[in-house]
């Protein structure tokens, strides 16, 4: 027996896809809109897109961004496989303190970690820009990607880990042909979010960045300051279907990694030169 939707719950349902997806719609239509004053429609035009391309400021703040994403995706990697092997040998009372740790960075706003840092950064002395961003990103981030292995790590069978060690595996090429082939979704997982979420920061990048590094998103912001022009609307776009084609590459690393690494799983103990 079908059960009938609420009216409610469906008008509920519209309004809340309408405030979601209307603003995005509203940037796209607009990154095309000829009237610059954006009051009314003015004719389709591309105009907007040739000017971010010849605009060097805006490429320099990717290119910034982009560096930026990267280093502190990878370095929240590493931060995060280690605290979360590092946790599955722990005491009991070790891991419910890395769990406290984590957590904190997630509970506190960002802001509050921006400025304390900001603070500690100037106290040491230590010069703004590009590493005290990138220190920053990885402080909250590493956290999210903690708890995405975490629960990765939790899901997996230890029975082949075991397998492979009696057949005399060493250790490490336990780890690297057995533990991280199955973590590899999760890393992929892990490593799109911190990334996105770095690539996206305003408050932690423009507290710790100073004069000198300067990423997208803080132009953005500085942009809307004075007015929202259709550049604005289509540097949205650009940043939109960046990230939806990471999202993409995500997915299929996912859903496509599993059928290739089981084929890693065979023969543990084969050394890899053979």
């Known amino acids: 027996m079908r059960l009938r939707v609420p009216r409610f719950s469906t008008v509920v349902l519209g309004i809340v896809l309408l405030f979601l997806y209307a603003p995005i719609v509203l940037v796209v239509v607009n990154s095309f ?3 610059r004053t954006l009051v009314g429609w003015g004719g389709f035009t591309t105009e907007w897109y040739s000017a971010l391309f010849d605009n060097e400021r805006v490429w320099d703040d990717a290119w ?5 994403a990267v280093v502190a995706t990878a370095i929240s990697l590493v931060v995060a ?11 009991v009372r070790g891991r419910r303190f890395m769990d406290g740790a984590t957590y904190v960075r997630l509970i506190l706003p960002e802001v509050v970690m921006a400025f304390a840092l900001f603070i500690l950064l100037r106290a040491l002395d230590v010069r703004l820009g590009f590493w005290p961003v990138v220190a920053g990103h990885v402080v909250v981030y590493s956290a999210y ?4 292995l975490q629960a990765r ?4 069978d230890k029975t082949r880990e075991e397998a492979a060690a009696d057949l005399g595996a060493p250790p490490l090429r336990v780890f690297r042909r057995v533990t991280l082939v199955q973590l590899l ?5 892990a490593g799109l979010l911190v990334f996105t979420f770095s690539f996206d920061n305003v408050v932690m990048s423009r507290f710790l960045g100073g004069t000198q590094t300067e990423t997208l998103p803080v132009l953005i912001v500085s942009l809307i300051r004075r007015s929202v022009t259709p550049e604005v609307n289509a540097l949205g ?6 990230m939806l084609a990471l999202v993409v590459i995500a997915a299929l690393i996912t859903y496509l990694r599993p059928a290739g690494g089981s084929r890693m799983l065979i023969d543990p103990t084969r050394k890899d030169d053979e």
């Open 81 to 91: 496989l280690s605290t979360v092997l590092w946790m599955r040998g722990a005491s």
């Open 153 to 156: 790590l939790g899901s997996l």
């Open 185 to 189: 979704p999760g890393i992929a997982v």
């Open 145 to 148: 990607a903690t708890l995405i």
């Open 237 to 242: 776009v650009l940043i939109m279907l960046v």
């Open 33 to 35: 809109n000829g009237d």
């Open 64 to 68: 910034t961004s982009i560096r930026v």
